[in-house]
């Protein structure tokens, strides 16, 4: 009887593997240590195997890969409803191989290692970005203790900091402290700089990259993100799919055919959703084809600015989602 799936339950040091012939009986049940994954694998005929998408899931897929298996990855929701009872390896590897057999499920494209070293470069820049708030945030709190109030933003703290070095009324100490926080905080934009310059070089070599940054609000950050997260935009049926994935869309507790339309769903990346809009903000801002497309002005007119971002947010994702279907950039519509 040979193995035709296997559902293969992902560790860091213990796996779980369940097999399958082509009837659905199970035939393979066994617990396999990190080191033996690839001699085992290497040992089977070419078969369908499934992995939930978490953490060394792109690794594994791309090893199995080279072994000659045929390698999907599951969104742990997905994989979820099919445990039967109670939660262990087994019966986590058991529903995967029941999961990844269904007409219907969809699946995760897997990374290449080019992908997932530019996003190494991502997280690392939003992890220092996120410091560098915490230090601001830390410097105004403790000055206005001392009744120095400065402006929100990265430039203001600077006027801020001078502020205080001006002012014989701080206590040494306090000083020496901010001191410590602004030679930090001048380290991380240097570190901040590096990464967004190794970012634009990337960036320059990415013709999808390119493609993506010719629509409004998204720049070589946002681009670069989308061309390393989204492998395969094939994947997705339709824009509003791909917008729905990110987290774009309203949430729906539709009945007895009525719509009910709620909040975004936030699910998806979150990452590339907040750039998103980050970049929706800064277009109803600073953009002058903004100011002029009815279609803003009119949501402008009855809703709040970042509910009108998120809006926008979604529409540029739909954009985005065509951009990299078709291979071309985006072309502003006059009447638009």
Same mark, same amino acid.
């Given at each position: 009887?040979?193995?035709?799936?296997?559902?293969?339950?992902?560790?860091?040091?213990?796996?779980?593997?369940?097999?399958?012939?082509?009837?659905?009986?199970?035939?393979?049940?066994?617990?396999?240590?990190?080191?033996?994954?690839?001699?085992?694998?290497?040992k089977?005929?070419?078969?369908?195997?499934?992995?939930?998408?978490? +953490?060394?899931?792109?690794?594994?897929?791309?090893?199995?890969?080279?072994?000659?298996?045929?390698?999907?990855?599951?969104?742990?929701?997905?994989?979820?409803?099919?445990?039967?009872r109670?939660?262990?390896? +087994?019966?986590?590897?058991?529903?995967?191989?029941?999961?990844?057999?269904?007409?219907?499920?969809?699946?995760?494209?897997?990374?290449?290692?080019?992908?997932?070293s530019?996003?190494?470069?991502?997280?690392?820049? @939003?992890? =220092?970005?996120?410091q560098?708030?915490?230090?601001?945030?830390?410097?105004?709190?403790? =000055?206005a203790?001392?009744?120095?109030?400065?402006?929100?933003g990265?430039?203001?703290?600077?006027?801020?900091?001078? @502020?205080?070095?001006?002012?014989?009324?701080?206590?040494?100490?306090?000083? @020496?402290?901010?001191?410590?926080?602004?030679?930090?905080?001048?380290?991380?934009?240097?570190?901040? @700089?590096?990464?967004?310059?190794?970012?634009?070089?990337?960036?320059?070599?990415?013709?999808?990259?390119?493609?993506?940054?010719?629509?409004?609000?998204?720049?070589?950050?946002?681009?670069?993100?989308?061309?390393?997260?989204?492998?395969?935009?094939? +994947?997705?049926?339709?824009?509003?799919?791909?917008?729905?994935?990110?987290?774009?869309?309203?949430?729906?507790?539709?009945?007895?055919?009525?719509?009910?339309?709620?909040?975004?769903?936030?699910?998806?990346?979150?990452?590339?959703?907040?750039?998103?809009?980050?970049?929706?903000?800064?277009?109803?801002?600073?953009s002058?084809?903004?100011?002029?497309?009815?279609?803003?002005?009119? =949501?402008?007119?009855?809703?709040?600015? =970042?509910?009108?971002?998120?809006?926008?947010?979604?529409?540029? +994702?739909?954009?985005?989602?065509?951009?990299?279907?078709?291979?071309?950039?985006?072309?502003?519509?006059?009447?638009?």
């Amino acid at each position: 009887m040979q193995i035709r799936t296997i559902g293969l339950d992902l560790a860091k040091h213990v796996f779980q593997v369940h097999g399958v012939d082509a009837l659905g009986d199970g035939i393979e049940k066994r617990r396999l240590r990190r080191g033996q994954v690839l001699a085992y694998f290497g040992k089977l005929p070419p078969c369908l195997v499934g992995m939930e998408a978490c +953490a060394t899931a792109h690794f594994w897929a791309r090893e199995l890969r080279r072994l000659g298996h045929d390698v999907r990855l599951l969104p742990p929701q997905y994989v979820k409803p099919y445990v039967r009872r109670g939660k262990n390896d +087994a019966a986590d590897a058991a529903a995967i191989c029941e999961a990844v057999s269904r007409p219907s499920m969809r699946f995760v494209p897997i990374k290449s290692e080019e992908q997932q070293s530019l996003l190494v470069i991502h997280r690392a820049r @939003d992890l =220092l970005v996120r410091q560098r708030t915490q230090l601001i945030n830390a410097i105004r709190g403790h =000055l206005a203790e001392f009744g120095l109030i400065g402006a929100q933003g990265v430039p203001n703290v600077r006027r801020l900091l001078d @502020d205080m070095r001006g002012n014989v009324e701080i206590p040494g100490d306090v000083c @020496d402290v901010i001191e410590l926080f602004a030679e930090q905080l001048g380290a991380l934009e240097q570190r901040i @700089d590096l990464l967004e310059a190794r970012i634009a070089a990337c960036h320059k070599t990415s013709a999808m990259s390119q493609r993506l940054a010719t629509i409004p609000g998204i720049g070589p950050v946002i681009a670069t993100a989308i061309a390393a997260t989204v492998a395969d935009p094939s +994947a997705f049926r339709s824009g509003r799919e791909f917008a729905a994935w990110l987290g774009l869309t309203p949430t729906q507790r539709s009945t007895g055919g009525k719509q009910r339309l709620g909040r975004i769903s936030r699910k998806g990346d979150q990452y590339i959703r907040r750039l998103l809009i980050i970049g929706a903000q800064t277009v109803l801002l600073r953009s002058k084809a903004a100011k002029a497309n009815p279609w803003i002005q009119n =949501l402008l007119a009855r809703c709040a600015r =970042l509910k009108v971002a998120v809006a926008l947010a979604n529409k540029m +994702a739909r954009i985005a989602w065509a951009v990299m279907t078709k291979g071309e950039p985006y072309r502003q519509i006059a009447s638009a």
